[in-house]
């Protein structure tokens, strides 16, 4: 894509800045649509970004309801390089904790790699990311202040319908919220899991770094981030077993998270978070004008460290589509789908080939057995000491 957004006046910033996409049929005009694009996750404002950086005039508008995430979000080395683009490259590595170890106390296995001019995996609050891509894109974009109460499609454009009954006709509507887009039916839906999610208490001594431990259906998982630790605990067992006190999380998984100080002894209740999910693989990622982007468009699992950087990356693909890509918007939309789907294939061919240290262990459970081989891609820079040829090459590798 090309476009001039402001930047920090460093010279990395500049120059993947004014780098172009290879697209000799359409290089130098972006086509004319109006986009839509619903959310207010930091996918949603990165897409925003890109859509303004390409010359769309996006317009940005809160969802239905409010949508909650995760706290602390990982960013692999695609998604920074892309957020480079956006002028963001040394101010998210500057707010956010490099991981550069990981320790897998159930099996005595820990690494180490050297820290690189470049962190390859960062951790950072979801609140500090979505401020810094609000000072950086809402300034120059349109933000209604009503959030959308509804879509209807027909004759090739969507009609929004904002709260209050105010009504406005766009080309494309982007959202990272599922059930704006009904008629994308699912194709299968993954397992239940649940997810515990708190800060390491204070007065109890956190591990030093990224650890992550597995038993069956069941993991924990550690990481450093700000002035804390944030701890996950997973499972996908019956949900009858989905019990949030202390005493049930306890003597689940304090077998588990107990390799150091055990953080239930000085644990508050109200501390912990609590989600069940099952999300549901579309069987296509848009549908009449509607187009799904990050969790909506994907079965994520809690503690992938991939989710958020395959959520910018479908930003910068679909806005690269819509500007420079096929001038009917669904032939557009078709090749975001295209590239995103050979994308997750190449990643999941990748994940498979991990190194025999950090390969899955033999009796987790197949949901959690693909999260254990997602989780050690991201951590590979770690476990062999380099990125793997897949996050390199971006964007042109999109």
Known sequence: MTGGPRNDGLDADRQTQHEQRDRPET??????????????????????????????????????????????????????????????RRPVEAIGTRLDRLARPNVNSSWTTDQSDRP???????????????????????????????IDRAHNRVNVTFEGGIEESF????????????TVEPRHSAATTHTWAFDWPAETPA???????????QAVFSVPVADSTRVRLVSVADPRHAATDIDSLKRRFGALLGWTANPFETLSQHAIQYHQGTRAVPVSLHADG???????????LPGDCLRTTLGIEDAWVLADALAYGPRDRDDALNEYEQRRRRRERELDHCSTTATQAVR?????????????ARRAL?????????????????PASL
Do not use: Y
């Open 290 to 300: 509607v187009v799904l982007i990050e969790s909506a468009a994907r079965a994520s």
């Open 27 to 88: 290089a130098g005009r972006a086509h004319d649509r109006q986009v839509l694009v619903v959310g207010g996750d930091p996918t949603a404002i990165a897409t925003a970004g890109f859509l303004d950086q390409a010359g769309l005039d996006p317009v940005l508008a809160r969802p239905p309801s409010e949508q909650t995430g995760p706290d602390t979000l990982t960013l692999w080395r695609p998604g920074m390089v892309l957020l480079g683009r956006l002028g963001l």
């Open 120 to 150: 390859a995996l960062l951790s950072v609050r979801r609140a500090r990311l979505s401020g810094l891509l609000d000072r950086r894109v809402r300034d120059r974009i349109r933000t209604p202040e009503r959030p959308v109460a509804g």
């Open 207 to 217: 591990p030093e770094g990224p650890t992550e431990r597995w038993n069956d259906d």
């Open 360 to 372: 899955p262990p033999k009796d987790l459970s197949p949901l959690l057995a693909r999260l254990c």
């Open 378 to 394: 991201a951590f590979r820079h770690v476990t062999s000491g380099h990125l793997p040829d897949i996050a390199e090459s971006i």
């Open 171 to 182: 080309d494309t509507v982007v959202t990272t919220d599922s059930t704006l887009a009904p």
